[in-house]
């Protein structure tokens, strides 16, 4: 690889897969390793951290994990303070938690509703709030965020609270970047597609598929331009470009990594 994190102090939330096969969050965490990161793996569940970090000890890498609820104030102030005891700073802050339940204005209860934003949108407001301080103290930092085209466009599948939220992502994303980037902060958002990663099988078989896994994909392949779906290491390495001082002057931005979807306008 060609280092392209070097040295960086990189936290990466949701470094856990949620099934078998590869996450959003645990390529990213593989990926940053491979390329110098000393990776800061955080998940609710720690047996999928530690799978994660059993890859990188595998290919020599440096990798920490910590079992964290980042809907809760006290445990992601928790999670920081331990980052920065084992490494010093942080860098890195790649927020890639992120649940989806289906169900339109009427059909969602408001217990899903709070659940999702929760998880979502107030993960992200308290990981910012913790680390923020610490990279305007050091001198710079890089926000990732994970919204997704869904935050931008009707995808045919009612998740009102997850689109809200992913729209609301976007948002909050462009405030930290204007609001620090004289502080030499960077904070971009990362809008993936439709991917096939062990996420997308419980919340959507049944939308898709009538419980039928394979109709789900296959339904989703047909809808994208190159008739496939993207992968996890599709957003990693967006996250990875992102994360990088190749970046160094982008921020505020919403890269899409879609295959073309939201160019359609059937």
């Known amino acids: 690889m060609s280092e392209r994190l070097k040295d960086k102090i990189a936290i990466v939330t949701g470094a856990g897969s949620s099934g078998p096969g590869w996450g959003n969050g645990k390529a990213t965490a593989v990926l940053f ?35 964290t609820d980042v809907s809760r104030a006290d445990q ?33 209860s408001e217990e899903s509703w709070d659940r999702v934003f929760e998880v979502n949108l107030k993960s992200m407001f308290l990981t910012c709030k913790s680390v923020l301080p610490h990279m305007e103290q050091q001198g710079g930092g890089a926000i990732v965020n994970i919204s997704s085209i869904a935050g931008i466009r ?5 998740y009102i609270s997850y689109s809200t939220t992913k729209a609301a992502i976007i948002q909050f994303t ?20 439709l991917m096939n990663t062990p996420m997308i099988v419980e919340p959507l078989k049944d939308a898709y598929g009538s419980g039928d896994v394979e109709k789900m994909i296959e339904v989703r392949n047909n809808q994208c331009p190159m ?23 982008i921020t505020g931005t919403q890269l899409v990594v879609d295959g073309g979807l939201t160019c359609k306008v059937d």
């Open 154 to 158: 009707y995808l045919g599948v009612p």
């Open 33 to 67: 390793a491979r390329e110098g990161a000393k990776v800061f793996a955080v998940d609710i569940h720690l047996a999928a951290a530690e799978e994660t970090r059993a890859m990188i000890d595998k290919e020599d890498g440096d990798c920490t994990v910590i079992q």
């Open 76 to 108: 992601v102030e928790a999670m920081v303070e331990r980052c920065l005891d084992t490494y010093g700073r942080i860098d890195i802050l790649h927020n890639n938690v992120g649940i989806l339940e289906v169900g339109g204005p009427v059909e969602a």
């Open 227 to 249: 008739k496939k779906m993207g992968d996890a290491w599709d957003v990693a390495y967006a996250a990875l470009f992102l994360a990088s001082d190749e970046a160094k002057y």
């Open 174 to 193: 462009q405030s930290i970047a204007l609001q620090y980037a004289e502080k030499n902060i960077r904070a971009n958002a990362i809008l993936p597609g």
